[in-house]
């Protein structure tokens, strides 16, 4: 069983995000049983709309819950170093626009591209792991390949 990186952080916000799930199921519950009071199950939408949540709030549940125990959870605080690992956070400028990035490594769980956070299994995350400041990757994106400089590597304890 391979085990998946994720911050202390990220660990916690997905354990609050399990419990509100689970906290919605009452509600859920007594809304199918509504809805089943009005009647004909073949053509009551209420019945169908209060099922369809059901089904995606326990496919929610599961997926959390399959993987918290394939979790390894990684303390940001705790590392350091010149190399790009998990919980780096890393600048790394396009060589032929000229475009400047910064991100930081995290686990697929909790990358949010939008917020500067980009999981160390994407594309980018892969060709940054082991390398150090100067370093040159080269990243196969949809458009080519693209050349990025590694400007900076840094990790929360040192800030």
């Known amino acids: 069983m391979s085990t ?3 911050s202390t952080e990220g660990y916690e916000k997905l354990k609050k995000e399990l419990a509100r799930l689970k906290s919605e199921r009452p509600a859920v519950i007594e809304a199918i049983a ?14 169908d709309a209060a099922r369809e949540r059901q089904g995606m709030l326990e496919a929610q549940i599961s997926y959390i819950e399959s993987r918290m125990s ?5 303390d940001l605080a705790t590392l350091g170093g010149d190399r ?4 780096a956070t890393v600048e790394i400028e396009d060589m032929d626009t000229g475009d400047v990035k910064k991100y930081t ?3 697929p769980d909790e990358a949010d591209h939008a917020s500067g956070t980009i999981s160390v299994q994407s594309p980018v995350g892969k060709a940054l792991l082991g ?6 990757i ?5 458009r080519g390949k693209i050349e990025y400089e590694i400007l900076s590597v840094a990790f929360q304890s040192a800030n």
């Open 4 to 6: 998946i990186p994720i």
């Open 34 to 47: 509504l809805a089943r009071e009005e009647g004909d199950l073949r053509e009551n939408a209420g019945y």
């Open 70 to 74: 394939k979790f390894n959870v990684i």
């Open 84 to 87: 790009v690992t998990f919980g």
């Open 105 to 107: 490594l995290l686990g």
């Open 131 to 136: 390398k150090r400041e100067g370093d040159e």
């Open 138 to 142: 080269t990243v196969d994106a949809p």
